[in-house]
């Protein structure tokens, strides 16, 4: 249903390569180092797309969380949690522009003007702790993926 909307935020797409091309010399992981830049591979590609739609994802969270929480040490951490969202939404997406590819896109979703909290403060301070620890995970993932050399990880 989405697709037939328009809405639907679909990964890059990657053409097979025409003609196949075969590794013509052997080289070490360090000879890597000393090449010229080349483009994403198709596992980085895959661990932004996956980070940044994560993060986009989050960063709707936070902000429906931020309007209904009470406690404004827990309201806080949650503004920075919304900002270091959207900064590695626009590391990643630059990341992407620089090999003119397009950019991940906010899928449309609204958060709703109720400050009526369904949940408690400590609750959700609970399930945001845990979704940053499996953040970490995934971004320790892709970290472990890179092989690209050019590419600064902040």
């Keep these: ?24 010399e052997k080289g070490t992981i360090l000879s890597k180092w000393f090449e010229p830049s080349r483009p994403l ?10 980070n940044s739609e994560r993060n986009l994802l989050a960063k709707i969270f936070l902000t429906a969380f931020i309007q209904i ?3 404004e040490n827990i309201k806080n951490y949650l503004i920075r949690g919304k900002k270091l969202a959207q900064k590695q939404i ?23 003007l109720s400050t009526v ?6 609750l959700i301070l ?9 953040a970490i995970t995934y971004i320790g993932h892709a970290i472990l993926q890179i092989s690209y050399r050019d590419h600064d990880l902040r």
């Design 69 to 71: 929480v009470k406690d």
């Design 1 to 24: 249903m989405m697709l037939t909307k328009g809405i639907y935020d679909r990964p890059q797409f990657i053409p097979y390569p025409d003609p196949i091309e075969f590794l013509k």
């Design 126 to 134: 609970g399930m945001i702790t845990m979704a940053n620890s499996i």
């Design 90 to 112: 626009e590391f990643l997406n630059d990341t992407l522009t620089k090999d003119d590819l397009p950019e991940n896109s906010m899928i449309n979703a609204t958060v709703s």
């Design 117 to 122: 909290s369904p949940f408690s403060d400590r």
């Design 41 to 50: 591979n198709v596992l980085e590609l895959t661990d932004i797309f996956f």
